[in-house]
C-alpha cells in the first residue's frame, strides 16, 4: 500500500494570496515524510499553486476539484482533463456529494466524467457517501454499492476511493469508529470484486474530520487517507493533522 494521503479540499474558498500563504505556512510546519499530501484548490488558482510548487519542487501534489468531460468539448466554460494536466493537476475529485447534490450530477455525467479523467492519465478520486434518509432508511451499503458500480472497466491503478457520508460533510458529525471502518472493508470488497483484483485500492474518509478526529480515523484498519474540507482552509490546523498522523506510524 501506498504512503497515506491527507487531501485538502478547498471547496469554494480562497485567494491567490491564500494559496501562497497555505502553501509556505503548511510546508514549513507539515512532516510529510510518509504522507501524500493531495492540494485541491478551486481551479482558478491551480496554476498559481503549480508555479509556487514547481519552483521550489515541493512535495505537494495538485488535485482538481472538477473536470468536464471531452465529449461536452467545446462547451463554454469546461476544462477538460488535458487542461488540468497543463496546470500541474496529478489528481480530480470525482463524485463529490456536493457537485451530485448542487450540480444535478448524475451516473451518465460521472461516467463521462471518469472516462475523461482516465484518457488524461489523471488519478481519480471517487467520492461516495449516503444521504441522512439513506441511512435512516438502512440503504448505506445498498447506496454506496449502486455507486460503486460505475468504476466497472476502469483502470483500477487510476482509482481510489474516498468515503464521505452526505450527513457527516460540514456538519460537526461523523460516524463511530467502528462503522466508518465497517463501511471502509466494505467497500475495499467491492472494488475488489469490480475490478476483479487483489490488488489493494485505497480509501480514504471525509466528512467533518478536524485535528481532534484525525488521528484516531487514521489509525483504523481499513481508513489509507482522510479527505479535510474545512479544517484544510487553514496551515495550522492541517499540518498538525498531518504531523499527529506522522507521530504514530
Ligand atoms: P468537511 O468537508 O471536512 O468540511 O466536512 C469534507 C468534504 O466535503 O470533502
Redesign the pocket.
Known sequence: MKNFKI?A?W?MNGSKEEVKDWISNFLDRADLKQLDCIFCPPICYLDKANDIIFADNLKLNLGSQNLDSDEDHPSTGAINGAMLKDLGCEYV?IG???RRIHFDEGEDILLKKLTSAVESNLKIIY?VGETTEQRDQDQAVATIKSQLRILKGLPFNLVSI?Y?PVW????GVTPSLDSIDEMHQIIKDEVKSIFNTDEKIAVSY?????KDNATSISLLNWVDGL??????LNPESFSEIANNITGQN
Not at 457527516?168 to 456538519?171: A, C, E, Q, V
Not at 471525509?206 to 478536524?210: E, I, M, P
Not at 479527505?227 to 484544510?232: E, I, Q, R, T
Request: some cysteine.
Open positions: 487531501i479540499n471547496k475529485l463529490h456529494s456536493e467520492c474516498a464521505e457527516s460533510i460540514g456538519r471525509g466528512g467533518s474530520v478536524t479527505l479535510v474540507g474545512g479544517a484544510s
